[in-house]
């Protein structure tokens, strides 16, 4: 293999990132789903080119995927957190600086990750041994917490105690429902076969779908946001010392979520944003996009690491299906075309950036996201069939509770957590006779 | 498409909110926003019921595994077949148990883990070589296809009618079949990993009766006394290019009875050429009529004939009665008893012993002129008139001899004539072979 080749369909991948990434609510992996749909059926590219190809559209929708996110709607759980300060940015028509900050972070991180891969095939080996059988305990914990630091919303409006009282643990009250509906839609979906076998290495897409982009472009539907003109210079009001602050605890959030299973980069930015108490919307947002690019990229990356090769994430998984690394040379050919994917990602991103800030005003946001609705609805039928868009609407029942009742949508990855922890556990057996699957 | 949602009392936008999280007012509950709320309830428990239900109802597809597709990574599917190998289990890191399957179309490997693992080994509900197996799982796409089964109901096992044999038909063309034979045990053997061997024997014919660690009740073999003679069922498989039978349960090995077992004894008569001693016994080339034969002669066997030790040395004519023996599938003459009919009388001068080849049984006289210990041993040297030579004594015989061994003393040493780093030495082979001089 050459490495030009290799760079070349890194170049295009990236692109391919990018020109999906901007989309509200359409995920990358839906789209490498996709490649690897037609690529099982007409070997498109030759297998030993298919990693570079997708570290490109990684990388890519690591950077580009915060357009969306911060201009739209949140499109993944790892966004949720850019909403507070991104919003506000947007609202005082700083979008484009906000975006520029989530950038700086993810370029940030890539350097990070290019210092730091020669040690990683040293280090990560011995964790993961030390950490593998703490894993299910660590999970369980972490979804006891996610539920029990929710905190009741109270306005102290309703007039008397039990209508205060009612507002005040009713969030909190669906916040475990929501936990408990998704984790068991994620059972059924992981365990029940209900999705043909044929689309089964898709089966969480229909779930994630519907979990997060679609109730959030029907919110958007309804609620239909008034948006101001945006600034488009290219500035950021912050200092290095808080760039390296946000790279810092956003790479604690995102490397916990690339290294862990089942643990997601929203997970991971929540611990994180617990554990380093982040003050400020610029770290925060610097954070955001460190967390997001370590997340997608650091977490791909692993697959590549010798002595390690762990699986996270779902394009992780999806290249498996074709190619399983195998040599240090992949490895830090690898880890040099992330770097000049990272490079080309942050300035296609800032130009695809000012021009959506300079057009923001002028995009039909309603008609834009019923397109999007649709265009999600016809892949996954392509994808999965019938069965995909049942599983599409069940989870979108679920996901549409979270911002329904003011409850976490973070609570909506007891998809993944509850199904795995109980995998992973020592009770599977014991559950599975219970439900019957 | 509902009206931009402003404050009615700030004027600002509030989106989905029913209470502005500016100025805290109520705000009148949009329609859109409500039938969403119902909506959006009756889809997510209504629809997981549906899904649900589906799951219990809906079985898994069977598949061949000329079928599968990487595409069908994660698929809950069903496979039938033979298994085409031994199973594995490991119980590091909760447990894990594997075997490989064969559809006819092809192999994969199906695997459960931790209490699914556990549970299989529990309740014996694991399948063996040979047996047919309906499976289902989840189905992962790596290198190869693997399966994982979730439950131990999701795996259904027919074991094959058991076909009655003769030990001595059992060969290694029955690979994989189940066969019932009967024999009598000459041995138990518990090995390192807590595996069990047993060899069990029928009119001359053997073969390794296999307990895999994991089974239960496999005391109960141990129990089992030599001369028993059992009936066992199971399934062959090759080990070594030896054919094995490995039960499917303990309980497929019943006792039937017990028996006396007769061992030929045999005699081989020859002169003593060369041999060497190990740890536990003495291997001794002689020379019969035959050809050249090995013997093995067991230190505890040579040490019952005291001062005759001394003559069984290179040159010496005896008649060994001897049985034989099956060790690592090569046959073997152990010896029961000996009778040194003539022997080498002379002692040698250590000039003419040196003049000797290594590998001989030799015997000499000298006087200790220098002593070291070590801790694997003992180093002397002994000296006569024609010269000096080193003779290297071994811990365990060394305990035994070194109260009458001093400076000074002249000894009579039997042994085993080699080199070592490239100088010569006698090596007594037991502690009989050291006599003080009068």
Redesign the interface.
């Known amino acids: 293999m050459s490495i030009l080749y290799a760079l070349l369909i890194s170049v295009g991948g990236t692109f391919i990132g990018i020109l999906f990434s901007w989309i509200p609510a359409l995920h990358i992996y839906n789209i490498l789903a996709l490649f690897v749909f037609i690529q099982a059926e007409t070997s498109l590219i030759p297998s030993n080119l298919i990693p570079f190809f997708f570290a490109g559209c990684i990388t890519g929708y690591a950077f580009a995927g915060t357009l969306p996110a911060i201009y739209f709607s949140t499109n993944d759980d790892t966004t949720l957190f850019y909403l507070l300060p991104a919003q506000k940015f947007l609202m005082y028509g700083k979008g484009h600086e906000a975006v520029l900050l989530s950038l700086t972070g993810s370029l940030g991180t890539s350097l990070l990750i290019f210092f730091s891969a020669f040690f990683l095939p040293y280090i990560l080996p011995p964790l993961k041994d030390l950490l593998i059988s703490h894993v299910p305990w660590i999970l369980a914990s972490i979804g006891a917490f996610m539920i029990l630091s929710e905190w009741p919303r109270t306005t102290d409006r309703p007039k008397t105690k039990i209508g205060r009282l009612k507002e005040a643990w009713g969030s909190l009250f669906m916040g475990v429902i929501v936990f408990f509906l998704s984790g068991f839609l994620g059972y059924i979906v992981m365990r029940g076969g209900v999705l043909a076998p044929e689309t089964s290495f898709q089966n969480l897409m229909p779930l994630f779908l519907g979990l997060f982009a679609i109730p959030w472009l029907i919110l958007n539907i309804v609620s239909n946001p008034i948006l101001p003109k945006q600034e488009i210079e290219d500035k950021i009001m912050t200092t290095y010392p808080k760039i390296l602050r946000g790279i810092f605890a956003g790479s604690l959030g995102g490397g916990l979520a690339a290294f862990f299973p089942v643990i997601t980069g929203g997970i991971g930015a929540f611990l994180a944003g617990h554990a380093t108490a982040q003050r400020g919307d610029d770290v925060f947002i610097i954070g955001q996009g460190a967390n997001r690019f370590l997340y997608y990229v650091g977490g791909f990356l692993l697959f590549f690491v010798p002595f390690l090769h762990i699986r996270r994430g779902g394009a992780a998984w999806m290249l498996n299906i074709f190619y399983s690394p195998t040599s240090f040379s992949e490895y830090f050919l690898m880890v040099g075309i992330i770097l000049i994917s990272s490079v080309l990602s942050f300035y296609l991103t800032l130009q695809i950036s000012k021009t959506i800030a300079k057009n923001l005003t002028k995009i039909p946001y309603g008609t834009l996201s019923v397109i999007i609705i649709i265009f999600i609805v016809l892949l996954t039928f392509f994808i999965m069939g019938i069965k995909g868009i049942i599983v599409l609407t069940v989870a979108t029942g679920i996901g549409l509770l979270p911002p329904l009742f003011g409850t976490r949508r973070l609570n909506c990855l007891g998809a993944l957590i509850l199904p795995l922890t109980i995998q992973m556990s020592s009770f599977s057996g014991s559950i599975s006779k219970i439900i019957g699957f | 498409?509902?009206?931009?949602?402003i404050c009615i009392n700030c004027g600002k936008?509030i989106?989905?909110r029913e209470?502005c999280p500016y100025c805290?007012e109520?705000q009148p509950k949009?329609i859109?926003?409500e039938f969403?709320?119902w909506?959006?309830?009756?889809?997510?428990?209504g629809?997981?019921i549906?899904?649900?239900i589906?799951?219990?109802v809906?079985e898994?597809?069977l598949?061949k595994i000329k079928d599968l597709?990487?595409?069908?990574?994660?698929?809950?599917?069903s496979m039938k077949g033979i298994v085409e190998s031994s199973p594995y289990y490991n119980e590091e890191?909760?447990g894990y148990f594997s075997f490989w399957l064969n559809d006819g179309t092809g192999s994969i490997k199906v695997r459960a883990?931790?209490?699914?693992a556990r549970?299989l080994i529990e309740k014996e509900t694991y399948p063996c070589l040979g047996d047919s197996v309906y499976v289902t799982g989840?189905?992962y796409?790596?290198?190869n296809f693997l399966l994982t089964i979730?439950?131990?109901?999701d795996i259904k096992v027919k074991i094959p009618q058991a076909k009655k044999l003769l030990i001595k038909d059992i060969t290694d063309t029955l690979e994989g079949q189940r066969i019932e034979t009967e024999g009598t045990v000459f041995y138990i053997r518990e090995y390192r990993n807590k595996s069990i061997g047993m060899r069990i024997g029928d009119k001359g014919s053997f073969i390794t009766v296999y307990i895999p660690f994991y089974y239960k009740n496999k005391e109960k073999v141990l129990a089992l006394e030599k001369r028993t003679v059992i009936k066992v069922k199971g399934v062959v498989p090759i080990y070594k290019e030896k054919p094995e039978i490995i039960p499917h349960y303990v309980s497929d090995i019943k006792i039937i009875g017990r028996k006396e077992i007769k061992v030929e004894g045999k005699i081989l008569k020859g002169e003593v050429k060369t041999g060497y001693a190990f740890k536990k016994g003495i291997k001794i080339k002689i020379e019969t009529e035959e050809g050249e034969k090995e013997v093995l002669l067991w230190k505890k066997t040579f040490k019952r004939y005291k001062r005759n030790v001394q003559n069984l040395l290179t040159g010496a004519v005896v008649e060994f009665e001897i049985y034989e023996k099956e060790y690592k599938g090569k046959e073997e003459y152990v010896v029961r008893k000996f009778n040194i009919l003539s022997y080498p009388e002379k002692i040698l001068k250590i000039k003419e012993l040196l003049e000797r080849n290594y590998g001989e049984f030799l015997k000499t006289k000298g006087k200790i002129v220098d002593l070291r210990e070590f801790k694997p041993g003992a180093k002397i040297t002994i000296e006569d008139n024609t010269g000096k030579l080193t003779v290297w004594i071994w811990r365990d015989i060394w305990e035994e001899v070194k109260d009458f061994l001093k400076f000074g003393k002249t000894l009579i040493i039997a042994g085993e004539f080699k080199e070592f780093r490239g100088k010569p030495e006698l090596v007594p082979r037991v502690s009989e072979d050291i006599i003080i001089s009068e």
């Open positions: 498409m509902e009206e931009k949602r936008y989106g989905a209470v805290g109520e949009p859109g926003i969403l709320k909506t959006s309830i009756i889809i997510a428990t629809g997981l549906f899904l649900f589906s799951a219990r809906s898994a597809p598949i597709k990487p595409t069908m990574n994660f698929a809950k599917i890191r909760g883990f931790k209490n699914v549970e989840i189905l796409t790596r290198e979730n439950d131990i109901n």
